[in-house]
């Protein structure tokens, strides 16, 4: 073998487990925040955020965290856990407006 097929062969049959699968689900979960945006903003002809964005973003970057952190890893450990705090903070931003406009209609 090569040293290049011995390297695939390590990083990706050697040590897969449940944990790379949780892992690359994750990272599924994570991209769709991607496509769903696209897809929205392409029907509306401009930049949307719809609001499965910012709950892919929340359920894939938390599956992510936890991933990071049984791997070990200071900077995705680090990127991930910064980023569920936006998350939540937009969802709460439009959990709240959502709630004025339904007080206004009563």
Known sequence: MS????WLYAVFVEQFDAWIVLGFFAQGC????????WIASER????????AFWFFSLFGGAL???????????????????GLFIYI??????????????????
């Open 3 to 6: 040293g290049l097929q011995e």
């Open 30 to 37: 994570f991209t769709m925040r991607f496509l769903v945006q």
């Open 44 to 51: 509306a002809r401009r930049s949307v955020v719809p609001v």
């Open 64 to 82: 992510l965290f936890v991933y990071a952190i049984q791997r070990q890893d200071p900077v995705f450990i680090a990127g991930q856990g910064m």
């Open 89 to 106: 903070r937009n969802i709460w931003l439009i959990a709240s407006e959502r709630k004025a406009a339904l007080a206004e209609t009563d």
